[in-house]
C-alpha cells in the first residue's frame, strides 16, 4: 500500500527518480527545475538514495554525462528547462540516435528574450523532432507516475528510446499536492532491473557514432519512425500494467474524460487540462455535449485514439500552450496532418494559442472559448481557424 | 466544497510554508489541497501571496488567483498601507489578520465583494514569546495557521498542529506547533469599522 | 554499481554502433603516394611514431626497432615528422 505525501511537482520527479533507482544524475541548475536536482542532491548525501551526482559546468555537458553514463549501463537522469534544454539540444538528438534509454525531465518555461521564468510549452514542443518520446502530465501524482512509467518505456526492448517527461514550471514544479508513492518493493518488482541494446563501458572494444553511408544512416533513422509506432503499443501496455500495480490507469496516450456521448471535443495537454476539464463538466451541466481529450503523449503522436473519438464529432476546438511562429500551434498541426488520412470530410477544428509566457488561463477562460465555440458551430456559422487568446 | 485561500504577507515571512503545511494538515482530514507560491522570482521584504485552495474532491483546476474565500495577512503593514485592497474576498469570505491589540481594523482597507467576517490576532507577540524569530524576523506564519484553523473551522487545529511538527521535525516543530495552538486559542472575531 | 543488475537485450533495430578490428576498410596500404622506410641505425627507440601512428601499424622493439606494416600503412608520414632522429624518410612509391 502506498503513501501520500504533500509535495511539489519537482519533488515528484526527484521521487520517482528514486524510486526507480536511477544510478547516475547530471544536471545542471536553472529556474524552474532547480529544486528537482536540489532534492535528488539531498537523497544521495543522505544515502537514501545510492547514486553518484555529476556536477557539469553546462545543460550540454549534463545531458553528455547522462548519455556516457547510460551508454555504460547506468539508469541516469537529468532534467532541464528552456535555454538548458536548448543548450543541450545536440546531445538530445545524439541519445535518441544512438537508442539509448534516458529519461529526462523537462520542467517547462518559455524561451527568451525577453527574459521570463513563467511557463508555456515552447520549450517541449520544440523537442518533438529529436526522436524522444515525450508525455506530459497534468498533476503532480501524474508527473511522478509519468516519470515512474518513463524508464520501463525508455528500457522495453521494442523502443529503446529515451524519453521526456513534461511538467509546467512553478504551475505543478513548484505547487503542493497530494502524492501516492508506492510500495518500493512492488516497485521494484514492477520496474525490474535497467534493460538496454548494448553497452560501452570499455570491456571490449566498441564505437559509436562511426561515420555511415546514407543509405545506413537512413535505415538507422527509418528504425526509429518504426519503433515509435511500436511505443504506442508499450505505452498502453505500461499505463495499464502501472494501473494495476496502483489503481492509477490514465488511458494510455490521451485520457479521455466524456468522449464517448459528446458532439464536440476540446484538445489540450498539460496542468491547464485540469482547468478545462473542470470548464467541461460545467458546460454539460448545462447541456453542452462537450468531451475532453487530453494529450498524455505528443510523440509518438496519438492519432489513432484521437481519430476513434473525433470521428462523427461536429467540433473540435484544439488548445495549444506554445506556437510554431508562421503556422499554428502544434498539437493543432499534427492533428489536421493526421486526420487527412482518414477522410476528407473533417469537423470544423479551430486551434486557440493561449497561455504563452506564462500567461494565467484558468477554468473561466476555457468555459467562454468552449462555450463560444460551441455556439458559432451550433449557428452553423465558421469559427475562425486560429485565434491567439489574450486577454488585455 | 473548493476554498481558495491568500496568504497575504512579504517575502521571507513564510506564506509559501504556510501554504504547504496547510495542504499536509488537510490530507490528514481526508481532504484534497493544493499550495503555491506567487509564481515568479522570490523577494524578501515585498509584499507577496501565497495561495492554497483545499477541496472534498480532486482538484482539477491550477494557476494564480486574485480573488478568495478566506484571506489571512501576516504582516498588519499591508492594512495600513491599504495594499490588501488589491485582494478581492469573496461574499461570506473570511479575513484573517495578524494586528496588534491597539491596531484599529477599518473595512475600507479591503475589497469585499459581499458579507465578511473578520478576526484578528495579534501573531507577532505569539512569535516574540516563543522566541520564534529568524533573522531579526518573528516567525507568524505558524501562528497564522493556528489563527486560520479557528476562524473558518476548515481545518482541526490538532490537524495544523501534527503537520507543523512533520514539516519542521525536532524542538522547532514543538515550539511553532505551540505557537499555533496559543493563537487558536487567542484569535477572536473582531470589529470593523 | 554494487548491487545494481543490468540485462543486455540485444536491439532488434540498426544502430550507429562499429567494432573496431584490423582491416575492417580492406588493405588500405595501396592508398599510399609514399612510404616511410626506416634507418634502423639512425632509430634511437624513443617509441614517438609508433605513439604517434594514426592508424597504429607501427610496432617498436626494444632489440629490433620499429617495423610498419604495410598492408594497413596509409603513408601519411607523420611517423616522419616526430622522429626526432631523421631515421625515418617518405619514399615515393613505384
Known amino acids: 500500500m502506498g503513501k501520500v505525501v504533500p509535495i511539489t511537482g519537482n519533488y515528484a520527479v526527484a521521487y520517482a527518480a528514486k524510486m526507480a533507482r536511477v544510478q547516475v544524475v547530471a544536471a545542471y541548475p536553472i529556474t524552474p527545475q532547480t529544486s528537482i536536482v536540489e532534492k535528488l542532491a539531498e537523497f544521495i548525501e543522505s544515502g537514501e538514495l545510492d547514486a553518484v551526482m555529476i556536477r557539469v559546468e553546462s545543460e550540454h555537458s549534463a545531458l553528455a554525462a547522462t548519455f556516457g553514463a547510460a551508454l555504460a549501463g547506468a539508469r541516469a537522469f537529468t532534467a532541464t528547462s528552456s535555454h538548458g534544454l536548448l543548450y543541450m539540444h545536440e546531445w538530445v538528438h545524439w541519445t535518441s540516435r544512438a537508442r539509448v534509454p534516458v529519461v529526462m525531465a523537462i520542467v517547462t518555461r518559455t524561451i527568451g528574450t525577453p527574459w521570463n521564468i513563467w511557463p508555456d510549452h515552447s520549450d517541449f514542443m520544440d523537442q518533438r ?18 516519470t515512474v512509467q518513463a524508464f520501463k518505456i525508455s528500457e522495453d526492448p521494442r523502443v529503446y ?148 473519438i473525433i470521428n462523427g464529432v461536429k467540433g473540435v476546438i484544439v488548445l495549444d500552450r506554445a506556437i510554431s511562429f508562421g503556422a499554428w500551434g502544434q498539437i493543432y498541426t499534427d492533428l489536421v496532418a493526421g486526420l487527412a488520412q482518414y477522410t476528407r470530410n473533417l469537423p470544423v477544428i479551430s486551434n486557440i494559442v493561449a497561455g504563452i509566457g506564462g500567461v494565467n488561463v484558468t477554468h473561466t477562460d476555457f468555459y467562454k472559448l468552449v462555450k463560444n465555440f460551441v455556439d458559432i458551430v451550433e449557428k452553423g456559422e465558421q469559427p475562425p481557424v486560429f485565434t491567439w487568446y489574450h486577454k488585455r | 466544497m473548493l476554498k481558495e485561500i491568500i496568504f497575504y504577507g512579504r517575502g521571507g515571512q513564510g506564506g509559501v510554508t504556510a501554504a504547504n503545511i496547510l495542504v499536509s494538515a488537510v490530507l490528514r482530514e481526508g481532504l484534497y489541497g493544493q499550495g503555491f507560491p506567487f509564481f515568479g522570482a522570490e523577494r524578501r521584504g515585498a509584499p507577496v501571496m501565497a495561495f ?39 461574499d461570506r469570505g473570511v479575513v484573517v489578520v495578524n494586528a496588534p491589540d491597539n491596531m484599529v481594523l477599518e473595512k475600507k482597507a479591503f475589497t469585499l465583494k459581499g458579507s465578511a467576517k473578520f478576526y484578528r490576532v495579534n501573531a507577532t507577540r505569539i512569535a516574540l514569546e516563543k522566541k520564534l524569530v529568524i533573522a531579526g524576523w518573528p516567525v507568524v506564519n505558524t501562528s497564522m495557521l493556528g489563527a486560520f484553523a479557528r476562524a473558518t473551522g476548515l481545518v482541526s487545529i490538532n490537524s495544523v498542529a501534527e503537520a507543523i511538527k512533520e ?3 525536532g524542538p522547532i516543530g514543538e515550539t511553532n506547533a505551540e505557537a499555533a495552538v496559543e493563537a487558536y486559542k487567542q484569535t477572536r472575531e473582531a470589529e470593523v469599522c | 554499481m554494487a548491487g545494481q543488475d543490468l540485462i543486455i537485450e540485444p536491439i532488434k533495430y540498426r544502430v550507429p554502433l562499429s567494432r573496431p578490428e584490423k582491416g575492417v576498410a580492406g588493405k588500405t596500404g595501396f592508398w599510399r603516394t609514399e612510404k616511410p622506410v626506416v634507418d634502423k641505425e639512425k632509430c634511437v627507440k624513443c617509441w614517438l611514431c609508433e605513439i604517434y601512428c594514426p592508424v597504429d601499424v607501427i610496432r617498436v622493439e626494444p632489440e629490433t626497432g620499429p617495423t610498419i606494416d604495410y598492408d594497413y600503412c596509409k603513408g601519411c608520414g607523420v611517423c616522419s615528422n616526430v622522429c626526432p632522429s631523421g631515421a625515418i624518410t617518405m619514399v615515393p612509391e613505384e
Open chain 2, 167 to 169: 514539516y519542521f521535525h
Open chain 1, 129 to 146: 523532432d529529436t526522436g524522444w518520446i515525450l508525455g506530459f502530465g497534468m498533476d503532480n501524482q501524474e508527473v511522478f507516475d509519468l
Open chain 1, 161 to 308: 528510446l529515451p524519453v521526456m517527461i513534461g511538467l509546467e514550471g512553478f504551475i505543478l514544479g513548484h505547487t503542493t499536492m497530494p502524492v501516492e508513492l508506492p510500495d518500493q518493493k512492488e516497485l521494484d518488482d514492477w520496474l525490474g532491473p535497467r534493460r538496454q541494446g548494448y553497452v560501452i563501458d570499455g570491456r571490449e572494444p566498441l564505437a559509436i557514432g562511426n561515420l555511415a553511408w546514407p543509405e545506413d544512416t537512413e535505415e538507422m533513422f527509418m528504425d526509429i519512425q518504426k519503433a515509435m509506432e511500436e511505443a504506442k503499443q508499450v505505452i498502453k501496455e505500461v499505463d495499464e500494467s502501472y494501473g494495476k500495480l496502483t489503481g492509477r490507469k490514465y488511458g494510455g496516450l490521451i485520457q479521455c474524460v466524456g468522449c464517448s456521448n459528446a458532439k464536440y471535443i476540446a484538445i489540450a495537454m498539460g496542468a491547464w487540462a485540469g482547468d478545462l476539464i473542470e470548464a467541461v463538466q460545467k458546460l454539460r451541466e448545462e447541456g453542452y455535449p462537450v468531451g475532453v481529450a487530453r494529450i498524455r503523449f505528443v510523440r509518438p503522436f496519438p492519432i489513432e485514439d484521437l481519430w476513434k
Open chain 2, 52 to 90: 492554497s485552495r483545499i477541496s472534498d474532491k480532486p482538484i482539477l483546476r491550477h494557476g494564480m488567483f486574485y480573488d478568495c474565500d478566506v484571506l489571512v495577512v501576516l504582516d498588519p503593514k499591508l492594512v495600513s498601507l491599504g495594499l490588501t485592497k488589491r485582494i478581492e474576498v469573496r
